[in-house]
RNA sequence: GGCUAGGUGGCAGAGUGGUUAUGCAGCGGCCUGCAAAGCCGCGGACAUCGGUUCGAUUCCGUUCCUAGCCUCCA
């Protein structure tokens, strides 16, 4: 069995290979650094550490994350707030990776910025005027996209309909509406390097361009991103790179995750329903955030809402449930492989529905036995298929436990319980059920078991 | 308007040309002092209209609906 992706250039599921054996490199079009990321901001993330996580298990994998430090959306940050730009990004760079951390994500092998790759951008562009695909205006270089027969084939429109039906205004010194800037002028106050054309910045797209040939080649095999960023961002990539490169393949597979929305609507600033993950991780545990997002296969859209958390943490429940108790030898979890069917599952396109019911499989086969050396083996394997995606990552004890911030501590519901079976073998039943209403009305459920009393915060 | 992706049981969400998704919820049973957790079993679905087929939820086309993109955006 290989591993299969949805390719968006050819538009089907294709088996993978990477072009150099044994070796694959991966691009993923990581934050811009003017605030906090939103739970939008963290599918992609999430998705694709997942991918890189599944692609180690086979390859030596290359996975570059870049960072867009440099960005009119920070240059406004920094003239609202007064602060300077390295500053703002500093800050938010580490906010996010804190933020992603708290969902599981591993870091990238690279993290590379916008602003150290400044020289490589002014050289890519000189090659583009050399080739003709670019030309200057009014202080501006312009990508020609008239001059490339080919764009447009990422996102599957057809330029000439485009320019028809533009309705956008349109820079007075454009070509084409469609042509992107790749280098523009910089006021004195705004961030700028001196380039041939002067002092200015680059365009948006041409870091990602420079930054992925300068960590991992002119032909990558993985390219990533949000559905929303394949027009115009990775087309023009694709264009840029195709020509600088003189028609060399630049990703080998492009691979787009779906839109994620907030109670059935798009989430944006204008509706005030931004979640940031920020804000989230402080009342629910990563794992839940997790899970809630591979929930729903990558390419498929995803809704938000308080039912997506319910659901979520009621899932892992199950998981951690069918865990809870069982002592396993380390020897033996150290060696446990998940399961086939759940890997195959998530080598097939990132089908993580199919591999979380795989897991429940496992739960309940796990619940079934009474056999102690095969349910150790059964929960080393639920744990060892947790590990690849990221999931069931903490103590089970400290899950059922709950957040430290509970309104009642262990040690309280330790001694109601410790009343509640002295009751219970006086036969009181009366006086032990009262404990336990009060138990469940602030929010502690109990279960009673041959080995004595559990309680979990719900 | 154009492009792309979808419309699956009460909800979430996979998948398949003829046979169980899975989780939650519901119903019945087992277990329990009673619960909870767990186990067993049950019901309930493939938007619409046509076509292909021995047979379609699955393939093809129509209609309706939804989302995203077409402008900064994961």
Redesign the pocket.
Known sequence: MSIYLHDTLR?EKIEFEPLKAGEVTMYL?G??VYNYA?I??A??AVIFDLLARLLRRRYKLTFARNITDVDD?INQASIETGKPIGEISERFIKAYNDDMAALGVLPPDIEPRATQHVDEMIEMIVKLLDKGCAYKAEGHVLFDVLADPGYGKL????IR??IA????EVAPYKKA??D?VLWKPSTPELPGWESPWGRGRPG?HIECSAMSVAHLGRTIDIHA?????????HENELAQSTCIHDGEPFARFWVH?????ID????SKSLGNVLLVHDLIKTIRGEVIRLALL???Y?????WSD??LD?AH??L??LY??VRGIDIDDAVRSSARPPATFVEALE??L?T??A??GM??R??AL??TEDPVERQKLAAELLAAGDLVGLMQSDPEEWFAGPDEGDMDAAEIESLLAQRERA?SNGD?AA??KI?DNLADRGI?????SSGTRWRRS
């Open positions: 538009g079009c934050p811009t939103h939008g901001n599918r992609p959306k996102s599957k429109r057809d309909e485009m039906g533009a309705r956008v509406p469609q992107f948006w991103g949000g559905q929303d960023l394949v027009f115009p961002h995750n779906g839109f994620l929305s059935s609507t798009k989430m929930s729903a296969h390419r498929q859209p995803l809704d039912e997506t659901d009621r899932k429940d199950r449930g069918a097939d396109d089908n529905p199919r979380l019911a429940f499989d739960a309940r619940n079934k219970r039943y032990a059920d336990r459920t109990i279960e009673d078991g």
